[in-house]
């Protein structure tokens, strides 16, 4: 009796901690933080109980989610980012918002962006909280930090090289020019006399870069791999419907319904290769597969979507795809060769390059980017704890009047004349990207002044420029291509 007693009081005593400990982190904290900001100068919206201010930030997105855009309005920020946009005018470019229980710093800021983003010694490390998005990734270079990222780094690294990727334009070109190929066998075959086809390209040119990547990273084609692609892209979706839910820990190990397809998922997402006895010893297979599915996930749908938005003011922009036509014209265009064999032509396509760069700003393919702090930390001036989640809005700042001028929110390549450098008040206002050493390369390269190139970026470009490329030349035939 007197031990069930004593086992009863020891439980008893253990709750008691573990609910303090969840009322100090649900109630406290919140309000001491809050304080402690308020007393910098830090501003937001109230914390509210557990959900903090995910509820509010639901309800604006679906309030906004039956909106449709006029095609010459490209502020797609009331859809994507209705938060920021209410409470940017409300509380500055930067304030503290509330992820359920965590504090969440908006740095809206390009100057606060960068003095966190150029940071090398792991004060900002990524963030990675919700345990969706960890799954889809595992290790992989976009969710590794430190030491681990750097030992993978090293191993992925000889893939970037730009000679490499120079030497993958030939098989990318091939990839685009097989889908143009297909889009003219379907006009030729169409008994529709006044030669028009309807394209679907944004489901097009998802298998498109699919197929570069399974050719160009697996060696292998899309029609492969498609069983293990389809999969990975159905756990991308769970990962992100998941993204504005609280994180409460424990959780991802119950057997909820969301939880067992993840699973399910990932197993089928991380079938193994065949040569498993070949693992190389700087990355273990698992990694391997993780290092995989990042390339997927990271390389896939960014490139589609940005092509599916260049496609889309190439159609609204008329004289632009003439410009366009003219310069591939000129530049050797029709020489398929000279692009396939080294990729250097794409160098010369300025007028392209700059269409794609003002495709970037306003129809960023990664429209926001989390990193944390790592202990106490001065952000913007203000103070701020560990384990703070700090949010770069890229296509809110993409929009930024005081950044980019008052025709920020028009589609205007010429501001990419110069470089990128100089196309706004700040130099690296442009984030699309992610590195902001390679931001900086870039805009050596535009400038003309340095021969560094981020090789992330390098690789994206080769492989919009190609298809770009192959693009014009599909609309310089007399017939008429309808995007939607
Ligand atoms: C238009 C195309 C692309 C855009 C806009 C884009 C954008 C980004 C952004 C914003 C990040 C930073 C994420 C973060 O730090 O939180 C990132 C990381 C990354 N991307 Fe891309 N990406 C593109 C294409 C690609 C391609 C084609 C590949 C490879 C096949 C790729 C591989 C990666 C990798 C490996 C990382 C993690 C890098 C690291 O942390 O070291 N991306 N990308």
């Not at 919700?130 to 889809?136: D, E, G, T, V």
């Not at 599909?474 to 939607?484: D, K, L, M």
Request: charge should be positive; proline fraction near 4%.
């Amino acid at each position: 009796m007197g031990l069930a007693w004593l086992v009863a009081a020891a439980v008893a005593a253990v709750l008691a901690s573990w609910a303090l400990n969840v009322l100090v982190y649900l109630v406290w904290r919140p309000y001491a933080i809050t304080r402690k900001l308020r007393a910098q100068g830090l501003r937001g919206p109230g914390y509210n109980f557990f959900v903090g201010n995910l509820g509010e930030i639901k309800r604006l997105r679906a309030d906004a989610a039956g909106v449709a855009l006029d095609v010459n309005d490209h502020d797609f920020i009331p859809m994507v980012q209705p938060h920021f946009r209410k409470w940017i005018p409300l509380y500055g470019r930067t304030f503290v918002y509330w992820t359920g229980a965590r504090p969440t710093v908006c740095m809206g800021d390009v100057n606060v962006v960068k003095q966190v983003l150029s940071d090398r010694t792991g004060l900002y490390p990524k963030n990675l909280m919700n345990p969706h998005i960890a799954r889809l990734l595992g290790k992989g270079l976009v969710l590794t930090d430190g030491e681990e990222w750097k030992r993978h780094r090293r191993v992925v690294h000889p893939a970037f090289n730009m000679d490499k990727i120079k030497m993958m334009t030939a098989t990318m070109s091939g990839c685009a020019r097989s889908m143009i190929s297909e889009w003219e066998s379907q006009l030729m075959m169409g008994s529709n006399k006044t030669q028009v086809v309807e394209v679907d390209v944004s489901s097009r040119f998802e298998e498109l870069t699919a197929d570069v990547i399974s050719h160009t990273a697996f060696g292998s084609s899309y029609v492969e791999g498609k069983k293990v692609f389809l999969a990975q892209r159905e756990l991308q979706f769970l990962a992100f419907s998941t993204v504005f839910d609280v994180q409460v820990p424990g959780f991802r190990y119950l057997p909820t319904e969301k939880n067992l397809k993840t699973w399910k998922l990932d197993r089928k997402a991380s079938s193994a290769p065949e040569e498993q006895g070949k693992t190389p010893a700087l990355m273990s297979l698992d990694e391997i597969i993780d290092e995989c599915k990042t390339f997927f996930f990271a390389g896939h749908d960014t490139t589609s979507h940005l092509l599916t938005w260049t496609s889309f003011l190439l159609s609204t922009h008329p004289e632009w795809q003439e410009r366009l036509r003219e310069e591939v014209r000129c530049e050797g265009g029709d020489d398929d060769d000279t692009v396939a064999r080294t990729g250097d032509a794409l160098n010369k396509l300025k007028l392209v390059n700059m269409f794609l760069l003002e495709t970037l700003r306003l129809y960023a393919p990664v429209s926001l980017i989390n990193r944390k702090t790592s202990a106490d930390l001065e952000v913007g001036g203000v103070k701020v704890p560990e384990g703070t989640i700090l949010t770069i809005p890229i296509a809110t700042i993409h929009r930024d009047k005081e950044v980019w001028g008052e025709d920020a929110g028009e589609f205007r390549p010429e501001r990419f004349e110069n470089g990128v450098a100089r196309a706004a008040k700040h130099p690296n206002a442009l984030l699309s990207f992610f590195e902001w050493a390679q931001v900086v390369h870039r805009a050596e390269l535009r400038d003309g002044r340095g021969k560094g190139r981020g090789r992330h970026d390098a690789a994206a470009e080769v492989l919009d420029g190609a298809v770009t490329q192959n693009l014009m030349k599909a609309i310089a035939t007399t017939r008429t291509v309808t995007v939607r």
